[in-house]
């Protein structure tokens, strides 16, 4: 079974700018979630969604968005990009069929470079 | 609120000798757990997980766990450390189908 992926592996952009990092999850897996990395702030959890719907979010601001797709694949979007928002942007996908089924399997992540 | 404490950043070990990464949870119910490894410039890949069967957990690479909750803690250990094992080391908390709580990471160097 092929295994998390992510598009692109490495990004550079500049301030102001917005970016799309795209995640397919394992096949069969219907949640996604997305994590920021970061040398001083660590994993942190953005987001996760479930069958289209967001379930979760955490504590980061409004320009950072996502989406799924009927197909479980999904996007994040970060609007108006600031020098703080370079990170890697990790997505980790499950099956979420039972509440003990809670494991999620992580892709290589994105490396943003923000300019 | 549930946290998760990793009570090193950094543990050096010698190649051969064992490895021991402390973790303490703080959680209202029974949470599971987990331990995750990400090597330079990689994803992150699970090692083990407990959830709420076996108290000791193997995983993979020989790493196991023991969940202890009258000490609030999920210690990782491998008997006899390899080079290859050199890597960062997630201690994670979860509870029902609620976001992954990570602690900060332990970076394990392993001395030739």
């Known amino acids: 079974k092929a295994g998390v992926t992510q598009t692109p592996r490495y990004l550079i952009k500049t301030r102001g700018q917005q970016v799309t990092l795209s995640c397919s999850p394992i096949?069969?897996?219907?949640?996604v979630s997305w994590y920021q990395q970061t040398p001083g702030q660590g994993l942190q959890f953005l987001f996760e969604y479930f069958s289209e719907t967001q379930r979760n979010k955490g504590n980061f601001p409004g320009r950072f968005s996502g989406r799924q797709f009927s197909n479980s694949r999904s996007e994040m979007n970060v609007s108006t990009l600031e020098l703080g928002d370079s990170a890697l942007y990790l997505c980790?996908?499950?099956?979420?069929?039972?509440?003990?089924?809670?494991?999620?399997?992580f892709g290589p992540g994105t490396r943003l470079t923000v300019l | 609120a549930q946290s998760v404490t990793q009570l090193d950043s950094h543990v050096s070990v010698s190649e051969g000798t064992p490895v021991l990464l402390r973790c303490n949870y703080s959680s209202s119910y029974s949470p599971s757990l987990f331990w995750y490894v990400q090597h330079p410039n990689k994803g992150l890949q699970l090692l083990l997980k407990?959830?709420?069967?076996?108290?000791l957990v193997k995983g993979i690479n020989g790493f196991e766990a023991e969940f202890k909750k009258s000490e609030t803690s999920f210690h990782l250990t491998k008997p006899s450390a390899h080079m290859s094992d050199a890597a960062e080391y997630f201690c994670v908390l979860s509870f029902g189908n609620e976001k992954l709580t990570f602690g900060t990471g332990t970076r394990l160097t392993i001395i030739p």
């Open positions: 407990y959830t709420s069967a076996a108290t």
């Open positions: 096949s069969g897996h219907r949640s």
């Open positions: 980790a996908s499950r099956i979420a069929d039972r509440a003990y089924n809670v494991e999620q399997f």
